[in-house]
């Protein structure tokens, strides 16, 4: 992702936070801190950033780095089997492997030799020097564009992850000192998605964060809002 679709995505879940608080903000995207809010009180900065499940590094997510490699995987053979099957672009793929293997010209090999029956709703297995590692599951949509998703990264429960939760909000405390220079009030904005498996986090509800000299920090999760105030 690159920072202006990274921009657009923190500016999305701005607005969402905004329309489920209910409350008129008039936001202007900037750096240190993303974002700059008029409220009815006066004028905050507003940092925004994206919470996982899982184990993390100085690069970020481990769980969604993984994710993202087998997303671009399947993405790769999306585009080069609907160049040769331009009439199949509404396809979706829902792929499944017990070992976690994703291989790019086994599945496109799986679809080729199936390419008369893609429409009967039956499973295909993936196999690769003979050994099974996977089976496709395919359908299709009304839409315009299929997806094709590595079904284990899609499902899974709620992860309730309070520590992950604190890790966020102690990593963007560090730059507060020099974002109070220039407003009085700095609130934070820690969100999640809504597809991946790494997405699917929560707080608990007894959970009380440290806010590290954050004047409110808010979770928001498609719907569920937790706001935390410093006292």
């Known amino acids: 992702m690159n920072?202006?679709?990274?921009?657009?995505?923190?500016?999305?879940y701005v607005e969402l936070l905004?329309?489920?608080?209910?409350e008129h903000w008039i936001i202007y995207p900037q750096e240190a801190p993303d974002f700059e809010v008029h409220d009815k009180y006066g004028i905050f900065g507003l940092e925004v950033t994206e919470c996982h499940s899982g184990d993390s590094n100085s690069?970020?997510?481990?769980?969604?780095k993984d994710e993202m490699i087998r997303k671009k995987t399947l993405d790769k053979a999306r585009a080069q089997f609907v160049i040769k099957y331009p009439h199949l672009e509404n396809m979706d793929i829902f792929y499944a492997s017990p070992k976690n293997e994703i291989d790019k010209e086994c599945i496109l090999k799986t679809l080729e030799q199936n390419i008369l029956h893609l429409d009967n709703n039956l499973p295909f297995v993936v196999y690769k020097?003979?050994?099974p590692i996977g089976e496709i599951t395919v359908s299709f949509s009304n839409k315009g564009e299929g997806m094709w998703v590595y079904i284990s990264d899609w499902s899974g429960n709620i992860s309730y992850d309070n520590n992950n939760i604190q890790?966020?909000?102690?990593?963007?405390?560090k730059k507060i000192a020099n974002y109070k220079k220039n407003y009085g009030t700095i609130k934070l904005?820690?969100?999640?998605?809504?597809f991946y498996k790494s997405e699917k986090i929560r707080p608990t509800e007894d959970f009380v964060p440290t806010l590290r000299g954050f004047?409110?920090?808010?979770?928001?999760?498609?719907?569920y809002v937790k706001t935390y105030t410093a006292i």
């Open 59 to 64: 690069k970020g997510s481990v769980f969604k």
């Open 3 to 12: 920072n202006d679709d990274k921009k657009k995505e923190e500016k999305h």
């Open 215 to 223: 004047d409110e920090v808010y979770f928001y999760s498609h719907g």
């Open 167 to 173: 890790k966020c909000i102690d990593k963007k405390s």
């Open 18 to 22: 905004r329309l489920s608080l209910e």
């Open 189 to 194: 904005l820690i969100f999640s998605g809504l």
């Open 129 to 131: 020097n003979d050994n």
